[in-house]
């Protein structure tokens, strides 16, 4: 490879100046794969997205008609002197997926839109009550059936009338007679039509038309297919055909439409809008298409049964109207009478049958209520609804908001039980495609398809069996979903369902999801810019993903990654380094060229990285943890520390999971780890989270299928750290979330200018009348609507973006107003405070976790996943640690550079060696290296995965020859020790 790009190969920026690149000029190579990385907060993403994405998409649309631009999204013009050589551009990035429960994954890849047609093509009608399967025939087939039967067999063709309806129909036999016909079928026995012939009113009758008598030889067809028209005149959709002599007669019924003639099940012909969800024809009347209805939850009306109905066990949504809080626990206290329930004895312990008419009521037996009405000496006794079924009744009933929000605290979406989560009509699930016998289920419904994992649908799907008919319209459906499906395998997908909710997706998984759909796309010449699709990646996935991004650059297309993982830098064919900071101290070219030149440059930090000139450590002490044993694993100058206790999660069973028992050693940094898909999220997050959340916050979600937990008493409290935004709204920033601002303000208000003035704490705020601009609200921007152009923001006029009206701006602190503060970075405001011991350690902890360069006031709407879970744990690294705190994070190594995951482990060290305990999902070596405790699922993703493969410290996941994670682990651990040193550091 040439050491500089050919000069008509490049894309030519000159005078780049977003956010904090200076001046930029670069020259990016065309059709190769390019990785942008540095330090956060260097520039990587304001070259990549704010700068060349920008103006290819900006120059996109201005090429499109005033009227078509109106319905577009537009990107303000970056600011760059000039780019050349600029392609279409196309960014794929980790935006949060839209929680929409109608969307997923084969809907987003339109890969159920392809199923719809092809059942309607081809699939194969069943009755949803019998199973029977309904085959609609035409005249011509019905005749080649009736036409094989023996030589000389006597068939009478009969035309259903009336199927066992109540009337004398001497009508219809009237105009039988006038049109020509002789006899009918009545009630199974053959009577010619006379003016005798009667049916009694009262009784229901079956009548059947006698539209000819045949015997089946040789000539005959002529006269059938002419008798088949007849009776399809009379009864478009059945025809029947007695056949036999005498006793061994039997009733041949054939169907023009699909139909059961057992059942009088009628169907009509299906079209693709039968087979969504979201369409009123094919949706489930009860869920309409969302597979789930919100339902009361027993474990949220009693979310802890080791308390007594004394202690207020049962919850109430009456809770701020003592009256009917008074009312609804006399009713409970009746009922614990009624059961012989007692009052102070914890929940779990009471009656099954006292909690059964608890929850699902005692029907039609009346419970003694307590309550006398007047001139009664008797109590009132009465059924008692249940709290289920009551809470139910009225969030259906109600008309108030209010009620319905406190009733809503009680339910969660449980799945439909009319579709059972399936979504759709029975009848529609009722269609069936057939597959080779070969596999485990050779037929399946669309629902049941979109059950299945993705490698799964794969093989299902390449052996259909269709008739040669059906092949000539399905060839190119079927290759449309398997070049699809091809796809997201190759992405390192192929272990999630296609039913699977966008909601449920992780950034790295969704990103992905994308990036298959432009490669099944099949453009070339276009700019593909992607935000680290290396994300939720286990190292033994990593290989597929980097043969994808080469096979969209061979395609023709330039593919520019902002990335950190080395092993898609080294796979590059060209890497730009930004730096050498973050924020101020970036936006400069440090290194360019190919990897093995950034490699030997003097000044990039990310090939001494890649060259191993630096390297992250491996911790010389581990804190230790063996089961039951007592152990200790220190060096010569660390302190001695007992084996902490552990939580545990037994008979855990979500999703793939394997009825697996593990544990969790507490007051250590334990690393959950596997390839992609192999039940990491599951475990911690559906399961642990979920359980721990409603056992100290009565929250609502469900936990995952296991058997129980054990091991709360070493924890008092939960904190999850996600890459979630700081804050819903702009105006939320990293000072505000970090508790930082409210004490800034406080120091404000204190000053005796502002004393004087009598201004409060609340005058220094931006998001309340009084101190702010009013003609921005506090924004220091106004929005423009340009209609078919994209909006423009303005600094205000008034205050010159400085947010705060000119009085609120006279009060200054050390010649500072409020605004500026605002401007500062974190590492300013650091120095800025230093001497303000409610302020400073708050900015120090966001200091701390490498955010130096960010602006106390910028927008959390601006920040990056990864830089939102950093400010999460400055804002817990500020507090006062109790030693009992449970940390679970996911991924937050997300948009770190290496030198960034080094000061990152350093804050994970501090939180630990506070007593805490930490449980990370992580796929980072440098990161699981440094981990006490490994805990490695798989061995594959999906239906492969589920199991504990291995666990225990770092050295000895690496010395188990099964583990996946162990294999890429002894390539960055140090040697095993020798025999002499083995006793002081071996775990």
């Not at 303000?76 to 997926?97: C, M, N, Y």
Request: aromatic share 6%.
């Amino acid at each position: 490879m040439n050491s500089r790009p050919v000069a008509e190969n490049i894309i030519r920026v000159r005078g780049a100046r977003q956010h904090n690149l200076r001046n930029v000029d670069v020259d990016i190579p065309r059709g190769q794969l390019v990785v942008l990385t540095g330090v956060s907060g260097s520039g990587k993403s304001s070259l990549a997205f704010d700068t060349l994405y920008a103006e290819g998409q900006r120059r996109y649309v201005q090429s499109l008609s005033a009227y078509a631009r109106q319905f577009l999204d537009q990107l303000d013009k970056p600011d760059v002197d000039f780019i050349d050589g600029l392609s279409p551009a196309v960014a794929i990035e980790q935006r949060t997926v839209a929680h929409n429960p109608r969307s997923t994954i084969a809907t987003v890849t339109e890969i159920y839109d392809y199923l719809r047609v092809l059942y309607a093509a081809a699939g194969q009608p069943h009755d949803p009550t019998t199973g029977v399967r309904l085959r609609k025939m035409t005249s011509a087939e019905i005749a080649e059936e009736i036409l094989a039967l023996p030589e000389g067999t006597r068939a009478i063709v009969l035309a259903p009338a009336v199927d066992h309806e109540k009337g004398d129909f001497r009508g219809l036999f009237e105009k039988l007679q006038r049109q020509g016909f002789v006899r009918v079928r009545l009630d199974g026995e053959i009577l010619e039509l006379d003016e005798k012939l009667r049916t009694p009113r009262a009784e229901p009758h079956s009548i059947e038309i006698v539209v000819d008598r045949l015997v089946i030889r040789e000539g005959v067809r002529t006269r059938l297919m002419e008798a088949l028209e007849t009776a399809l005149k009379w009864n478009p959709r059945e025809v029947r055909f007695l056949t036999g002599p005498g006793e061994a007669e039997e009733v041949r019924a054939f169907t023009t439409a699909y139909a059961n003639p057992e059942t009088g099940l009628v169907l009509d012909d299906f079209t693709p809008k039968h087979f969504s969800f979201n369409t009123h024809v094919g949706a489930c009347p009860a869920c309409e298409g969302v597979g789930a209805l919100m339902a009361a939850d027993p474990h949220l009306l009693v979310p802890d049964d080791t308390k007594t109905l004394a202690e207020g066990a049962v919850k109430t949504w009456w809770t701020r109207q003592p009256r009917l809080k008074a009312l609804h626990d006399r009713s409970v206290e009746a009922l614990a009478r009624h059961f012989g329930a007692d009052m102070n004895t914890p929940f779990k312990k009471l009656p099954a049958a006292f909690k059964e008419a608890l929850f699902q009521g005692t029907g039609v037996t009346a419970v003694p209520t307590g309550w006398k009405l007047d001139g009664n000496k008797r109590s009132l006794a009465k059924p008692f609804e249940g709290l289920v079924q009551q809470v139910e009744r009225m969030y259906a009933e109600t008309k108030t908001d209010k009620l319905r929000a406190m009733l809503a605290r009680f339910m969660n979406p449980l799945p439909c039980k009319t579709c059972h989560g399936r979504r759709l009509r029975p009848e529609v699930l009722a269609v069936l495609l057939a597959t080779a016998a070969t596999t485990p289920r050779p037929q399946l419904n669309i629902h049941d398809i979109t059950r299945l994992a993705i490698r799964d649908a794969i093989p299902w799907v390449k052996e259909l069996v269709l008739t040669d008919l059906q092949r000539t319209y399905c060839e190119e459906l079927q290759k449309e979903i398997l070049k699809r499906l091809d796809f997201l395998d190759q992405v390192g997908l192929g272990y999630l369902s296609l039913d699977r909710e966008s909601g449920s997706l992780s950034g790295g998984e969704a990103q992905r999801i994308r990036l298959a759909t432009q490669i099944g796309a099949g453009l070339a010449g276009v700019l593909y810019v992607l935000d680290e699709p290396s994300i939720g990646l286990h190292p033994a996935d990593n290989e597929r993903l980097i043969g994808t991004l080469k096979r969209l650059r061979d395609l023709g297309n330039s593919v520019l990654v902002v990335e950190h993982d080395e092993d898609t830098m080294r796979a590059a064919d060209w890497i730009i380094e930004l730096g050498p900071g973050a924020g101020p101290q970036g936006g400069l070219i440090i290194a360019e060229g190919t990897p093995a030149q950034v490699m030997q440059n003097e000044r990039s930090t990310t090939g001494a990285y890649l060259d191993h000139r630096i390297s992250i450590p491996v911790p010389r002490t581990r804190i230790p943890w063996r089961g039951s044993q007592k152990q200790l694993l220190v060096d010569d100058s660390a302190s001695h520390r007992d084996e902490p206790d552990c939580i545990t999660i037994h008979g855990a069973r979500e999703h793939n999971l394997r009825n697996v028992t593990v544990s969790f050693p507490l007051g250590s940094f334990v690393c959950v780890t596997g390839p992609s898909g192999s039940g990491k999220s599951s475990l911690v997050d559906t399961i642990l989270r979920r359980a721990l959340m409603r056992h100290f916050y009565s929250a609502k979600d469900e936990p995952g299928e296991h058997d129980h937990l054990s091991g709360l008493h070493g924890v008092d409290k939960v904190v999850v750290i996600d890459q979630s935004p700081i804050g819903r709204s702009p105006r939320s920033n990293p000072a505000t979330y970090a508790g930082a601002f409210t004490p800034i303000r406080d120091l404000f208000a204190q000053l005796p200018s502002a004393r004087v003035r009598g201004y409060d704490s609340s005058r220094f705020s931006f998001n309340v009348a009084g101190g702010r601009c009013e003609k921005c609200g506090g924004d220091g921007v106004l929005t423009i609507d340009m209609h078919f152009l994209s909006d423009v923001q303005v600094t205000c006029d008034q205050c010159q973006g400085r947010r705060y009206n000119a009085e609120t701006l006279e009060i200054t602190y050390k010649g500072r107003s409020i605004s500026e503060v605002l401007e500062m970075t974190v590492a300013e405001a650091c120095r800025f405070f230093d001497r303000q011991p409610n302020i400073f350690p708050k900015l120090h902890a966001l200091e701390q976790v490498g955010l130096g360069y960010v602006k106390l006031g910028q927008s959390g709407a601006t920040l990056s996943g990864g830089e939102a879970q950093r400010v999460k744990l400055a804002a817990e690294l500020a507090k006062k640690a109790t030693g009992r705190t449970l940390y679970l994070l996911d991924e937050p190594t997300t948009g770190l550079h290496f030198a960034d995951i080094q000061t990152l482990l350093g804050v994970l060290t501090k939180l630990r060696d506070a007593g805490n305990t930490l449980i990370v999902i992580e796929h980072n070596l440098d990161v699981i290296k440094c981990a006490d405790w490994v805990i490695d699922l798989g061995p594959g993703g999906g239906s492969e995965g589920g199991m504990i493969v291995a666990e225990g410290t770092p050295e000895k996941l690496a010395a188990n020859k099964a583990s996946p994670t162990g294999r890429f682990l002894r390539q960055v651990l140090p040697p095993a020790p020798t025999s002499k040193s083995r006793k002081s550091t071996e775990v």
